[in-house]
């Protein structure tokens, strides 16, 4: 059974980083596009970034030059370091997995994580 747990959320001031984890089990996300999305309350679910199989990154474009996401294939990992954090940034935060990025952008997925807290305070 696929199963993608995050972790990391938590309380910030303005300006401020966290790293988000998220482990993948169930099988190897390998060749898989590995994604992270975001729900404010009172907001539709949106797109915050995505890499490929292959390491190519997308951004949603509100989040570029202050989050990177990165994945770990050996330990089945994807991460989202968010430095310079913002109040906008407030949100449940989900990692997601599918056979592409562009699924992803699509704001679909194969698989999704439970979420995690952030919340900056401005």
């Known amino acids: 059974q696929v199963q993608l747990v995050e972790s990391g959320g938590g309380l910030v001031q303005a300006g401020g980083s966290l790293r988000l984890s998220c482990a993948a089990s169930?099988?190897?996300?390998?060749?898989?596009?590995m994604g992270w999305f975001r729900q404010a309350p009172g907001r539709e679910r949106e797109f915050v970034a995505a890499?490929?199989?292959?390491?190519?990154?997308y951004y949603t474009g509100s989040v570029k030059g202050r989050f990177t996401i990165s994945r770990d294939n050996a330990k089945n990992m994807v991460f989202l370091q968010m430095n310079s954090l913002k109040a906008e940034d407030t949100a449940v935060y989900y990692c997601?997995?599918?056979?592409?990025?562009?699924?992803?952008?699509?704001?679909?997925?194969?698989?999704w994580g439970q979420g995690t807290q952030v919340t900056v305070s401005s």
């Open positions: 997601a997995t599918a056979p592409t990025t562009a699924v992803l952008r699509s704001t679909a997925a194969d698989y």
């Open positions: 890499e490929s199989w292959a390491g190519d990154t």
């Open positions: 169930g099988r190897s996300f390998r060749n898989y596009a």
